[in-house]
């Protein structure tokens, strides 16, 4: 079965830190697809990235990166410098051969300035 | 692209009433999927269509609940009769390739059932 599982459940910085938010899955899928999504309190989602199973190059998208690696199932996601705008409660999902996109309980981020 | 647009924002019912909640998902897609949101469970899948075909249902609860996609761009989940443990947030959401491809979700529907 998928599980996906988000095991820090709230996170406190000050702005400008650095902070790693962690994600492992399980999975008996071969094909599979990793997804972070982000929920401000405005309370909609928003996609952040999409990972398929064969790419574990690691990815960077301005203060955003995800380091993904197979070897110990995780899908993790990194906030550089960050700011009170990324106070969100952050969700990472997976979906494989049943297709069925599973999520994370989730982990709330506050950024304090 | 004005994304998925779902009606209504907010919902207070009272226990034993119909409830209907709407969804146009993103033009061109061909997937759509309802997923309720709780304290207690997070986010669940309920069921979701393909070229308004409905494919997977096995998340929804039970048989107070119902969704249909008479068209590409209109769906509805219907609550009938209601409950006050319905209570939730909706969303509704689509993709263009289920699985493998990022899902665009609405706004929600804040659902209070009294």
């Known amino acids: 079965a998928q599980k996906v599982t988000q095991a820090q459940t709230e996170i406190s910085v000050v702005e400008k830190e650095d902070v790693t938010l962690d994600c492992v899955y399980e999975?008996?899928?071969?094909?599979?697809?990793l997804f972070w999504y982000k929920q401000p309190p405005s309370g909609e989602l928003v996609f952040l990235i999409r990972r398929n199973s064969f790419d574990e190059q690691n990815e960077i998208s301005g203060r955003y990166s995800w380091n993904f690696q197979k070897s110990t199932s995780s899908f993790n996601f990194t906030i550089t410098a960050s700011q009170v705008v990324d106070s969100a409660v952050y969700f990472c999902a997976h979906t494989g051969a049943n297709s069925k996109l599973t999520f994370g309980k989730g982990i709330t981020l506050s950024v304090r300035p | 692209d004005a994304g998925v647009i779902q009606s209504p924002r907010h919902e207070v019912t009272e226990m034993g009433q119909e409830v209907t909640l709407r969804c146009k998902p993103i033009s061109g897609h061909d997937y759509l999927f309802w997923y309720r949101q709780t304290m207690m469970r997070g986010l669940e899948l309920l069921i979701y269509?393909?070229?308004?075909?409905?494919?997977?249902d096995s998340g929804m609860p039970e048989d107070r609940f119902s969704a249909k996609m008479p068209n590409a761009s209109f769906s509805t989940l219907k609550i009938q009769p209601s409950e006050p443990r319905d209570s939730a947030v909706y969303f509704c959401?689509?993709?263009?390739?289920?699985?493998?491809?990022?899902?665009?979700f609405g706004p929600g529907t804040r659902l209070t059932v009294t």
């Open positions: 959401a689509s993709s263009l390739h289920h699985g493998v491809a990022e899902q665009y």
């Open positions: 269509f393909n070229n308004n075909v409905p494919i997977d």
């Open positions: 999975t008996r899928d071969t094909t599979y697809y």
